[in-house]
């Protein structure tokens, strides 16, 4: 029953988690509210409040999980991908607890962790699946053949889907972090007032840049008819601006599992906690008779649950990381 220490620091949560044998005695989460003074994540903040919250994370994981820190078998850390400076806050912790305890250490990839936060709990997908990973900095469709067969078969070719959402907030007026405000102003909304355009991209490859700009465009010239044309309407903005976001996702996905013949679909990523998506992951199953897999909210965002249970399964196939290993802001998909 491998005891798993994970880490993950990849942007502005420092988090620190416990798995033993494949289950999650512990997930701590410290966020950094310190952005929210600059609408946005400051990298050489983010690092030095990693510094402060590392040690009380890890020791809160710790404790909450009720283990001794000498029964722990192993390190899981993200290497990458993500903020260099918060990266190395996690990675040189990893190393460091590891050369102390002479335990070894796992380096796992963020992007695939999201995914393997299915493997959390007791509902778990079966192989094959198709994962929809959509975050702030990524959206990616992804073949999953296996725990580490993975594929990237469709992504963003310029854009992410959480950027379009953290812009729309921008222009709104709405304070950082914006996601979840888009979320509950749009709860409120009709998600049919507005129109925007969705791009015709070929394949299963997404574009938001030209979303995010009819969008700016949009708000521009209805203020000028109307100076408060965004608190008048803000929650429809939001619904259609929301709407716009997901069937441009989900259709997508649709795509892919149909031309791949494959039944069963899955969301991560820090936008899977966004209600319209969820929901409408859902009904897309429910349409197709296919089967959907939504991890719990707290594993939806970064998280050390997901590096964990990553590097329970890397243990297991005994994969571990060499001392001399360092962080990558780019970290190939592998």
Known sequence: ??????????????SAAICIDGQMLSNIIANQTIHEAYGGVVPELASRVH??????????????????????????????????????????????????????????NHMQAHV??????????????????????HT?????KDHFDMEIIGQTQD?????????????????????????????????????FPEPQIPGYNFS????????????????????????????????SVEKRVVT????????????????????AGGVSANTGLRQGIQQLADEQGWKSFIPAFQYCTDNAAMIAIAGYYKYLKGEFTGQDVAPLARMPFR
Do not use: W
């Open 51 to 108: 510094q402060v919250n590392i040690i009380p994370a890890v020791q809160q994981a710790i404790l909450l999980a009720k283990v001794n820190k000498n029964e722990i078998d192993a390190v899981a850390f993200t290497r990458g991908p993500g903020l260099l400076g918060s990266l190395l806050v996690g990675v040189t912790f990893a190393k460091a607890f590891a050369l102390a305890k002479d335990i070894p250490i796992i380096e796992i």
């Open 1 to 14: 029953m491998p005891v798993i220490l994970g880490i993950e620091s990849s942007c502005d949560e420092t």
């Open 208 to 239: 938001f840049s030209g979303l995010k700009t009819s969008i700016l465009y949009f708000i521009r010239d209805n203020e000028k008819i109307n100076p408060n044309f965004i608190q008048e309407n803000i929650a429809d903005i939001c619904a």
């Open 159 to 195: 854009d992410a889907a959480g950027e379009a959402l953290d812009k729309t907030s921008k222009v709104l007026g709405l304070p950082y972090p914006g996601g979840p405000l888009i979320d509950k102003f749009a709860r409120q909304g009709d998600p049919d007032r507005f129109k």
């Open 116 to 137: 393997l936060a299915h493997f959390i709990g007791d509902n778990k997908p079966e192989f094959p699946f198709l994962c929809l990973t959509v975050s702030g900095g």
């Open 140 to 144: 990616q469709i992804v073949l999953v």
């Open 248 to 267: 441009i996702l989900l259709n997508k996905l649709k795509k892919a599992a149909l031309d791949h013949g494959i039944k069963t679909i899955a969301l």
